[in-house]
């Protein structure tokens, strides 16, 4: 099947899975955007508003459908700061491998077929078949002779039983066989999604690393990329260690096997990315908490400010309890601004990752998210120009979403509320604790 077929195939595919019927029209616009091949693509949302007549509710919400189903990836591209950046959708088929060849890599193909001189020659016929044919189309015209070659063993002709196909499959999954294409292209491209996470990355050797990494057996492997970032965590928090082994040596002396315990069973942390899903979640948790930072004596006019009324002394006290109240949060935001780090979360917190959507920095939803900040004295994330085009928060409850092209700012602000208290009550169950804010309540 040729490259462009089986990309293609990709719209059949989502068309007839038991997706929305919104979320299928979203796709088929999305397709408008891709090449031939089927390639990744970078439409605006206002693009994919304006060619699929949906509102940007509803395309946001049908993004996230598509993506969470498995029919899509996506991925931020530009620098931090930049008004231009775009997003990246590449299509994806959920339980196959359908992944468009890059630009890059149909020239590494194209390379290695001219190396090799093209195309194998043509497998010799193994029968001749005699199709006759009328000619000019009615039925008593002169029939013309046809030679159709047929190639028994070809799967057209000759179809593998499905037992027989499925026998296979499961036999050849068992083997550690690097050299079978498919299965080395699915390793090495798990290589390269571990390694990225990795400190010495940029100084790193692929070829060394490819080597100790396909000198390993499939379970070693697998171990390897499970606990890789266990690993990291456990030299800088526990051992204290600024620089980390470059990861071919990781790698080559198997090091997660020296892991403790309570490390390599994976029930402590998991790295969060900045502004991301989980990174969302570890800084709510922390700001239903009461605050717990250290206030440094104030001046004498200050207290005096402080301790009076009126809302230059309310907006001071909030003020300065967004200021110290949290710390955490005002490092974490920190080091996002400034480094682009993110901070370990601990793993009971992971489930929650799924009450959170993406909010337009700088959309009315955005802005009735600060209102609430403010209102509650928690510390805000920054001006908009340091911050990424999309930053995730508790998700909207039910038919709220619907509402959200509404511009009344207190309807709005209603929606954030009910959004935060829907999140309080997901994350006591989750962690069958109780915030400040619940226990005032009760």
Known sequence: MSDDRKAWSWRQAFCRSDLPATTRLLLQTMSMFMNTMGESCYPSIEDLMKYSGLSKGAVLKHIEVARDAGWITISQHGFKGQRWKRREYVARWPERDLVAPSTSERLDKSAEFEEKAGAPDVPPPSKKVVHDVNEGGAPDEPKVVHDVYQDKNSPLNNPIPVQKRESACKSGNDKNDNTGKSAQKTWLRRLKKVHATWPTYADDSTEMVEKAWFALSEAERTEAQRLALAYVDHCRNELK??????????????????????????TTTQHAKPYGKLWGVERFVDLLKPHYGNFP?????????????????????????AQYGWPRVNAMQHRAQTSSKGVTVPNELAPLADEFIQVEVGSNLWRAWQALHDERGWPWLGVDRDLPEWVYMPRLVGADMALTDDNKPEVLLGLVKRALENFEAVHGQTTNTTTATQEAAE
């Not at 260690?241 to 994976?266: D, N």
């Not at 006019?301 to 309890?321: I, N, T, V, W």
């Open 241 to 266: 260690r600024k620089a980390v082994c470059a990861f071919s040596t990781y790698l080559r002396e198997k090091k997660w096997e020296r892991l403790p315990a309570t490390s390599a069973g994976g």
């Open 297 to 321: 004596k104030p001046s004498a006019f200050l207290d005096g400010l402080l301790k009076g009324k009126g809302p230059a002394s309310e907006r001071e006290r909030r003020q300065r309890k």
